[in-house]
């Protein structure tokens, strides 16, 4: 009765996430433009070897862990700030809690929608503000220099909220008898802080940037609705290279492989986080 009362979750994982996994495996040691009238041709290691002599993927590699280190950073830092702050008790806490959750209520592509106007080198309103203190006007997504840098910081601006909520919630379980013993033992914020609320919300933090690790290295809409990976490649990831390389050069193989070595860059990341997590009990 077991085999039988699991066997629907069984087959649902295995025709969702198994077979999917297996037969992209397949298609990248294969060639094949997606024709329905040629079958795919098996070349092996090839499409591996093509990439990596490829400049462009060895480009779009460094380019998204760039991305993804960069921005899990910045908001690791400022999720756990403003997490601080709300937690003290202050009149409206309770309106800031909602209106800081904002940004992750709209889907991706509305967003980078609404900062590609807003970023508009002629027309938009922040290159109007800059210009308005005197400073000269930006090119935000047309430079190659500050396109993956703008680019963070939307994601920045999107994703802080969920480290703010998943940090608040690491802060409502520490306990308080703690931090009232450091208190009369004359310990300072700086070291309750440092001593006390660090080793102690870091298992909640390393799962923050587990999480978050993850999805920043899966993005895709924002940087496709505002950039399409341009200027000059500068802003393509992984993602971006292997959508063109599949459904524009219809190169399914090598999308395929593209896939593969991104499913590996993504199981290190979680294994090396992983890691770090187990390993805070011993730090404390």
Known sequence: MRWLFASPATLFVILAMVFPILYTVRLSFQSWSGSL????????????RTLLADGR???ATARTVI??????AVELVLGLAVALLLERPFRGRGLARTVILLPLLATPVAIG?????????????VNSLITGLGLPAQPWLSSTHSVLPTLMLIDVWQWTPMMTLLCLAGLATLPAETYEAAAVDGAGAWQRFRRITVPLLGPTMT?????????????????Y????????????TLNIYGYITGFEQFQFGRAAAIVVVFFLIVLVFAIVLAKLNSRWGVVR
């Open 207 to 223: 799962a923050a940037v587990l999480l978050r690790s993850i999805d920043a290295l899966k993005t895709f809409d924002i940087i």
């Open 57 to 59: 993927f060895l480009d």
């Open 67 to 72: 991305f993804t280190v960069g921005a899990v």
């Open 113 to 125: 929608l609404a900062w590609l106007l807003m970023l508009n080198p002629t027309v938009g309103p």
């Open 37 to 48: 009238t040629r079958a795919p041709r098996w070349v092996g290691l090839d499409n591996y």
């Open 225 to 236: 609705a505002m950039t399409g990976g341009g200027p000059v490649y500068q802003s393509e």
